[in-house]
DNA sequence: CGCTACCTTGACGCGAATCAAGCGGCGTGG
DNA sequence: CCACGCCGCTTGATTCGCGTCAAGGTAGCG
């Protein structure tokens, strides 16, 4: 499944700076490293699978994973996004149940796995933590009702807009300044827009030719930022 | 704007128990019952505002709140129900963020407003409390999650009929044990469903012919439960 | 008793899903 | 090293769900 490789030191994660963990003092951190093992998943790989129960939290620490579950008909929806410093899996460890969705590899990512009980010894003696944790689902929760909306008053146009709006905003700029710097299929486009392919494919081709963005393959060029931005109806 | 009431005391609140309020002991009921006050807001009337300041965590007392949201056009979208017993506010206030949408009256009803300082006091001292509210805040992320999913794959029949069954799941039944407890209009319904009014009527007129529920005015009954869940394409 | 707000039904047209076919790139195996 | 096959991308044609517009009905309230 995944392959486990040196265990780096959490004082000094670079990527923990972003994350909830920024919270914790010295020592704090170096008992964290000694309650954590870090592991590589290929492009593709599991972290861990709709249904399943936690035994751990998550930290990305290199690489991008995509939330998503499978809906009714076998279709897939995407629900977040995590990246580098990014901690996954913490709403089901919080409400102890089971996954609600599988998180997956979208690249080769390396990912440390916090034990279980470690961690909630620590937020018992760690209201901070807590705290913040509570802040994050919270605002996930926020912007899953944002997409709410979305989905249910914009029409597919505006939608896959705003996608690449999402895309960039969670993944920033390839050294370029430009290309977005994430690479999904049209594919798993339309699965975070709920469309279907094709539609994916007809919008972004529109776009490519009003010159707001620049295709070249799976890479994809923001050209007319606000241009984009009104599309995506965000504006007023 | 709402009328003042007399303040009832928490400790004999019968509907705290339902709420994450009830993690707390004796003595800090009572200290809540000081740092709390009881207001009206009648059918109609506005608990908070999207995009205003929280300065407090409403605790429905009595009646039934709808959280929504106003769209690109105008069109209101409804996010969550509250009932009594449930706590409002939380999200916003704990993220210290404005409000994303709005707590407005669907019928006649008394709400708590506990202090925002008091309440940020007491979660320091009660890790306990904090922990519930995460857990809660994580649960309406499942919700909202499994609503996107529906809105992106579902079609309008499928989420109408889901729309029934998470009234009746919020609400529950009238003592005849088949009314849906509570009265929305049809547009209110099309708001939770991401349709339009026409829509909502055309199915729900569907739904009487075929003897799955039984419309009188505003008042719908479930006929037959298990065709409505098939309906709404939530088997297996 | 009349007005207003809400409900209901019908007709129409558009947006987007679906189906179908062809293209292009890449990896694999001969 | 080239040919073949597969998978993802793309575009066109067709279908159909549902949003919109319009008109009329009903009930509750002042």
Redesign the pocket.
Request: contains cysteine; proline residues 1%.
């Given at each position: 499944m995944s392959k486990s490789i040196d265990n780096p030191e959490c004082l000094f994660c670079n990527t923990r700076m972003h994350s909830f963990f920024n919270v914790l003092d010295k020592s704090q951190l170096q008992l964290l490293t000694q309650h954590k093992s870090c592991a590589i998943f290929k492009k593709g790989q599991y972290v861990f699978n709709e249904q399943g129960l936690p035994h751990g939290l998550f930290c990305v620490n290199n690489g991008k994973i995509k939330l998503s579950t499978i809906g009714f008909d076998g279709k897939e929806q995407i629900l977040r996004l995590a990246k580098s410093g990014d901690v996954i899996g913490y709403r089901a460890l919080i409400s102890n149940q089971r996954y609600h969705c599988s998180a997956i590899a979208i690249e080769d990512s390396s990912v440390c796995i916090i034990d279980k009980n470690f961690f909630f010894q620590t937020l018992e003696n760690n209201n901070k933590l807590l705290f913040e944790i509570a802040k994050k689902i919270g605002n996930d929760l926020k912007i899953a009702e944002e997409h709410i909306v979305s989905l249910s008053q914009k029409?597919?146009?505006e939608r896959v807009a705003e996608a690449l709006l999402f895309l960039k905003a969670t993944y920033g700029f390839a050294p370029d300044g430009q290309t977005i710097n994430i690479t999904l299929?049209?594919?798993e486009i339309a699965d975070y827009v709920g469309?279907?392919?094709?539609?994916t494919?007809?919008f972004?081709?529109e776009f490519n030719h009003e010159k707001i963005i620049e295709?070249s393959g799976?890479k994809i060029k923001i050209i007319n930022l606000s241009k984009l931005t009104k599309t995506a109806n965000l504006m007023d």
């Amino acid at each position: 499944m995944s392959k486990s490789i040196d265990n780096p030191e959490c004082l000094f994660c670079n990527t923990r700076m972003h994350s909830f963990f920024n919270v914790l003092d010295k020592s704090q951190l170096q008992l964290l490293t000694q309650h954590k093992s870090c592991a590589i998943f290929k492009k593709g790989q599991y972290v861990f699978n709709e249904q399943g129960l936690p035994h751990g939290l998550f930290c990305v620490n290199n690489g991008k994973i995509k939330l998503s579950t499978i809906g009714f008909d076998g279709k897939e929806q995407i629900l977040r996004l995590a990246k580098s410093g990014d901690v996954i899996g913490y709403r089901a460890l919080i409400s102890n149940q089971r996954y609600h969705c599988s998180a997956i590899a979208i690249e080769d990512s390396s990912v440390c796995i916090i034990d279980k009980n470690f961690f909630f010894q620590t937020l018992e003696n760690n209201n901070k933590l807590l705290f913040e944790i509570a802040k994050k689902i919270g605002n996930d929760l926020k912007i899953a009702e944002e997409h709410i909306v979305s989905l249910s008053q914009k029409n597919v146009r505006e939608r896959v807009a705003e996608a690449l709006l999402f895309l960039k905003a969670t993944y920033g700029f390839a050294p370029d300044g430009q290309t977005i710097n994430i690479t999904l299929n049209r594919e798993e486009i339309a699965d975070y827009v709920g469309t279907s392919t094709e539609s994916t494919i007809r919008f972004l081709s529109e776009f490519n030719h009003e010159k707001i963005i620049e295709i070249s393959g799976k890479k994809i060029k923001i050209i007319n930022l606000s241009k984009l931005t009104k599309t995506a109806n965000l504006m007023d």
